[in-house]
């Protein structure tokens, strides 16, 4: 339902199997005790650089690979796309994507900056070649050493040198910078230049996706933010200006706050990477913004947009219709997905009245799931039971013996419920009903010293119970409302506010919401992320992902387990026990997610063969996809012609 173009953040003592510097593409991995690590079998005294990184096993991609398996090296790399909304914002006002304050401009982060090296969307964790052409993590994963490719140029035409990584690093970490890219970094400890083309990152403790996560790190100029008289502005009030480039695009062009045009750098230095084949085949890409998806949809169908990856499921079977689409100009295609997210609706703790589980329990049973999926969804949806749905990290059935060595020293301190079977969101298929539900729900809120009296539900000061639901989508009123309905029928007052993206954003920056429709990006393997959704620390930081506020030792300590998890097998074990305490906490009320990406789009558009395992699914589209050749668009209009003679030469 909600567009979401939001990061994805997919987060090593080890056995470093290979060869030499820049001679084969090498994973390290984890032995079964910290400082046991192999090359090809035997005990290494040092680290070797290798162009390639996995957390787990080797890399898919061999030393010599052309290009990743999603992507068409013989792509046409001409023409332009135009794509309406990135993510759910309505107008930017920044140029730059790493400021806590301000709205940035649609994926310039994506377009606009490259990072160290280049994570791959068909592997659970793997990097690859980009800035740096390869890495070298000491054997007791405690520093990675990267080297910088002599190739690397900003769009200026600057060398990106050792200097400006760390330059990159000390900002995003500093003040000045949005404290979720200082939280996606907290594993290192400093950055040290040791050479015009080589820097090490010491990470403050072991953890095997430490290197990858240093290699996630966006590489930005010194330069950007330079005056005419030689002064540079502090970063965070570097806004307006364009940055200086490191990734495939510039800005060609900017019309007020709703419109933006990157024109693809003819001298970007990576085109031909094997990281990079394939990628980024579209000359101009233009953002459009609309102040509401209706309009979105109709400019779409209107053929004044190329593309529109669609959340919306009334949408998607009733209103994708029209000429353009029996012209054949337009279609419809759903595509596989991966790990699913977590969308759910967010009671912020920081409210006294969420404190008490039973009162987050009995507000996920009043959410009727079922009777939404078949009025409103046309059973398009699956209801979310997991943290990690769709995924081998989360939790189902019973736990296992390495989920209760888990638990077991935290019993007392977390629901005794995740000793039990995983639960199963409450269901209103008879027998069961969405009043048996709400039944059980009055119990809980009782318990919770909620009692329904003078016309509200109150507690033992006579204090009702109100709750603003929060929101910035407008067609999240016909689910809220139902739900508001249900809340009703317990005597609580609850009331929707839709405000504009931009005070949606400040508000949930600063934890100012009783309740809010959320997602949480998925991730292909859990990490660091789980620190900046989930941990304590997190709960008080403003602008932090911690926006419901949990603060609990048993999270921490869970969380800890799967950060220092030596093989996948501890580490799913680990992702379980935390997801089993996460849902039997109640820390939100789970909605529902869509099995694969539902897009619309122009056939003059081509995409690759062989879809990824787990991807954004609009950057899929700016990444991968491409203007098909004049020779190829002529043919499909034809057989579109043909097929279209055909049928109505049978129906008459």
């Given at each position: ?164 990584v760390k330059y990159s690093y000390d900002t995003l970490t500093s003040p000045q910078a949005s404290p979720l890219f200082n939280a996606q970094f907290s594993i290192i400890k400093n950055a040290t230049v040791i050479d015009r083309s080589t820097i090490r990152f010491d990470f403050k403790h072991a953890e095997r996706d430490a290197p990858l996560i240093a ?160 009025m409103m969804f046309y059973g398009q949806y699956r209801r979310t039971n997991s943290y990690f749905e769709a995924s081998p990290f989360g939790a189902t059935g019973m736990p296992g013996q390495k989920e209760l060595a888990l638990l077991e020293p935290l019993r007392g301190s977390v629901p005794p419920e995740v000793f039990g079977p995983m639960l199963k ?228």
């Open positions: 339902m909600m567009n979401s173009g939001l990061l994805r953040l997919h987060d090593a003592i080890g056995c470093l199997l290979g060869a030499v510097r820049r001679a084969a593409s090498i994973s390290f991995v984890i032995a079964a005790a910290p400082g046991l690590l192999t090359v090809c079998g035997a005990m290494p005294t040092a680290a070797q650089a290798k162009p390639s990184i996995s957390q787990y096993d080797q890399p898919k991609y061999p030393a010599d690979f052309t290009h990743f398996d999603y992507a068409n090296p013989d792509a046409p790399a001409n023409g332009s796309l135009s794509f309406e909304n990135y993510s759910e914002l309505q107008t930017y006002d920044s140029l730059n994507p790493f400021l806590v304050r301000g709205a940035p401009a649609p994926d310039v982060l994506n377009l606009m900056f490259d990072t160290l090296m280049q994570r791959s969307w068909d592997e659970l964790a793997s990097e690859y070649p980009l800035i740096a052409d390869d890495v070298e993590v000491a054997p007791d994963l405690t520093s990675a050493t990267f080297h910088i490719n002599p190739a690397a140029r900003f769009s200026n035409g600057d060398p990106i040198t050792a200097a400006d290699g996630d790190l966006p590489i930005f100029s010194p330069k950007w933010g330079m005056q005419p008289n030689g002064k540079r502005l502090p970063f965070d009030q570097i806004s307006s200006m364009a940055p200086i480039s490191s990734g495939a695009y510039l800005i060609e062009s900017r019309k007020n706050d709703k419109q933006i045009t990157y024109r693809r750098n003819p001298d970007y230095w990576a085109a031909n990477l094997p990281s990079r084949r394939g990628m980024f085949r579209f000359e101009r890409i233009t953002f459009n913004l609309y102040r509401d998806h209706y309009t979105q949809l109709e400019a779409f169908k209107a053929g004044d947009a190329d593309v529109i990856v669609e959340y919306s499921a009334t949408q998607w079977a009733r209103k994708y219709v029209g000429k353009n689409f029996d012209n054949g100009l337009l279609k419809k295609g759903e595509f596989a997905d991966g790990p699913a997210q977590m969308q759910g609706m967010l009671m912020n703790m920081r409210k006294p009245m969420f404190q008490d589980p039973r009162v987050r329990h009995a507000l996920t049973l009043a959410l009727d799931y079922d009777w939404m999926n078949r969101q409450p269901d209103t298929i008879p027998p069961n009903s969405l009043r048996g539900n709400l039944r059980v729900a009055r119990d809980l809120l009782a318990q919770a010293g909620w009692h329904y009296r003078d016309g509200a539900l109150r507690d033992a000061n006579g204090t009702p119970m109100t709750i603003e639901i929060m929101d910035d989508q407008p067609g999240m009123d016909r689910l809220i409302l139902p739900y508001m309905q249900a809340l009703d029928m317990l005597g609580i007052q609850a009331h929707m506010r839709e405000i504009d993206s931009a005070l949606y954003e400040k508000r949930l920056d600063n934890f100012e919401y009783d309740m809010t429709t959320f997602i949480y990006p998925p991730v292909t393997i859990p990490g660091a992320e789980l620190t900046r959704r989930f941990g304590s620390a997190a709960a008080s930081e403003v602008g932090s992902e911690n926006y419901t506020g949990i603060r609990s030792k048993a999270v921490d300590s869970l969380i800890h387990s799967a950060l220092s998890a030596t093989n996948l097998d501890d580490l799913e074990a680990a992702t379980r026990a935390l997801d089993r305490v996460l849902i039997y906490s109640f820390y939100l009320v789970p909605e529902y997610y869509a099995p694969g990406a539902r897009i619309g789009y122009k056939t003059t558009l081509g995409f690759p063969k062989t879809v990824p395992n787990s991807y954004q699914y609009e950057d899929w589209v700016i990444d991968y996809w491409y203007v098909k050749a004049p020779g190829a668009q002529a043919t499909q209009k034809l057989q579109a012609a043909q097929s279209a003679s055909s049928t109505t030469a049978t129906a008459h």
